[in-house]
């Protein structure tokens, strides 16, 4: 399948289903999600990020990421760069993740998040990518400690929910080839991570990360899957929360195993969104295959004890490392690191939107 790309930054919408996001338990949160949306404009850029103070040293970056004679070469013209998917699906693998896996044991990745927007899809869009690399080093400084490397990194949103159909009826749109890279090049410059998020749209995962190939051969690129945005007819982004299933992750997870093995790669994360347990249905049977590190992402705003009760029903499947997204604007109050590393486990993921 080939996907055009877009030229400009997305026409992004602002979705109306975040809203009690944490689970059906907090029935509060959907309240206070409803009337955050409502008083905002859509558009609006986020409050000042608080700056912490850098009272701890980040270390230095793991030598894995450090192989800059693996970087591909970004082309500016987006159809030289398209790879062309291939028909067969991979067999997902039966591996049970085991320590030997475990592809952070000692780093905590500290991410923005976000898409260009003004900031309507996130802090990591609310400014240039040079500009959000300086809050991000800031803000994830606090999260240092004695024997554990704080890794920055972007979430970038590669492929963007749509409310509208667009020419393909996949209701999501690509970022550009030269936006992308505009974030890839601070990253490269930096040793530090991208991660790229699929927003699926009525599209399917596997192949918007196929298109995303290009840039997945480098070795500081990660991907990332929102389940909350995929979504099947007659359904609509935005209008509903999304679904995907243990299969479906297997089969993108089993793919990126095969990539990283073909492209000769270090090990990948593959980063899934999730904030109610309908969000991945049959979870039971999601794997981590070879090389791929599979890190289950509790994204969900609201009141501190909604979110750690959504974490904790993430918590309750042990095979996965976890992660939590805070929130500048909706998490009232925003949570200060000494309370996010407080979680049981803690997070090897924190990101900011």
Same mark, same amino acid.
């Given at each position: 399948m080939t996907r055009r790309r877009g030229t400009t930054h997305l026409s992004a919408?602002?979705?109306?289903?975040?809203?009690?996001?944490?689970?059906?338990?907090?029935?509060?949160l959907t309240v206070l999600a409803w009337l955050?949306?409502?008083?905002?404009?859509?558009?609006?850029?986020?409050?000042?990020?608080p700056r912490v103070s850098p009272t701890r040293h980040i270390r230095p970056i793991r030598t894995r990421r450090q192989r800059p004679t693996q970087h591909v070469a970004i082309s500016p013209t987006p159809s030289s760069v398209v790879p062309t998917p291939s028909t067969?699906?991979?067999?997902?693998?039966?591996?049970?993740?085991?320590?030997?896996?475990?592809?952070?044991?000692?780093?905590r990745i500290v991410?923005?998040?976000?898409?260009?927007?003004?900031?309507?899809?996130?802090?990591?869009?609310a400014t240039d990518p040079q500009t959000a690399w300086a809050g991000l080093t800031a803000q994830a400084a606090a999260?240092? @400690? $004695? &024997?554990?490397?704080?890794?920055? /990194?972007?979430?970038?949103?590669?492929?963007?929910?749509?409310?509208?159909?667009?020419p393909d009826g996949l209701y999501t749109q690509e970022l550009s080839v030269s936006t992308i890279g505009s974030y890839l090049s601070v990253i490269q410059?930096?040793?530090?991570?991208l991660i790229?998020?699929? @927003? $699926? &749209?009525?599209?399917?995962?596997? /192949?918007?990360a196929r298109l995303l190939a290009p840039f997945l051969a480098n070795p500081n690129v990660e991907l990332g899957l929102d389940p909350e945005w995929e979504v099947a007819a007659?359904?609509?982004?935005?209008?509903?929360?999304?679904?995907?299933?243990?299969a479906e992750i297997n089969t993108v997870a089993t793919w990126l195993s095969q990539f990283v093995s073909s492209h000769n790669l270090p090990p990948k994360l593959l980063l899934v969104h999730e904030f109610t347990p309908t969000m991945v249905a049959q979870k039971a049977s999601v794997t981590s295959p070879p090389g791929i590190q599979i890190v289950f992402n509790m994204d969900g705003f609201g009141s501190w004890a909604a979110k750690t009760s959504a974490y904790s029903m993430l918590a309750s499947d042990p095979r996965f490392p976890l992660g939590i997204k805070l929130f500048y604007r909706q998490d009232q109050p925003l949570e200060a690191p000494a309370a996010v590393l407080g979680l049981r486990p803690v997070p090897s993921v924190i990101e900011y939107q």
């Open positions: 919408f602002r979705p109306t289903t975040h809203a009690g996001r944490v689970g059906s338990t907090v029935v509060a955050a949306f409502l008083l905002l404009p859509l558009n609006t850029v986020p409050s000042p990020v067969d699906v991979p067999t997902p693998s039966t591996t049970i993740p085991s320590e030997s896996q475990t592809l952070f044991p000692n780093t991410a923005y998040y976000g898409a260009p927007g003004g900031g309507s899809l996130g802090i990591l869009g999260y240092g @400690q $004695p &024997g554990t490397v704080v890794e920055p /990194a972007f979430e970038l949103i590669a492929f963007v929910a749509q409310a509208a159909p667009g410059a930096h040793h530090g991570m790229l998020d699929i @927003q $699926p &749209g009525r599209s399917s995962p596997l /192949a918007d007659p359904s609509l982004p935005g209008q509903v929360i999304g679904s995907t299933t243990g």
